[in-house]
């Protein structure tokens, strides 16, 4: 039985809630207009939201959740978020990079 990745989606929507937060009310409802009649708009916010849960560390229950989606027959496409590979990439480079924070403490 498949079981559906939660924590990956509640990072996204957490991020996506942290970035309006930082917003004053006209911005706000400005990124809100702009999100429901701008593909393009919602694609980058969407894209930059993923980008955010890799570098908080959920990058590979994206990965999972991503996987399972495509189990169930459903794709993910640049308007989702970050493809796969994106994902895969940034998630080594950000795995990468704590490494050698970690080593440059000692
Ligand atoms: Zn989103």
């Given at each position: 039985m498949l079981t559906l990745p939660k924590s990956s989606r509640i990072a996204h929507e957490l991020c996506h809630i942290d970035a309006d937060l930082r917003l004053g009310v006209f911005q706000r409802?400005?990124?809100?207009?702009?999100?429901?009649?701008?593909?393009?708009y919602r694609m980058r916010e969407e894209r930059n939201t993923e980008?955010?849960?890799?570098?908080?560390g959920y990058g590979e229950?994206?990965?999972?959740?991503i996987r399972y989606a495509?189990?169930?027959g459903y794709s993910f496409e640049r308007e989702h978020g970050l493809l796969y590979a994106e994902v895969?990439?940034?998630?080594?480079?950000?795995?990468?990079n704590s490494r050698m924070a970690a080593a440059n403490r000692y």
């Open positions: 409802q400005l990124a809100w207009e702009r999100y429901s009649q701008s593909r393009w980008r955010r849960v890799i570098e908080l229950c994206l990965l999972e959740l495509r189990r169930l895969l990439r940034a998630e080594a480079l950000r795995a990468c």
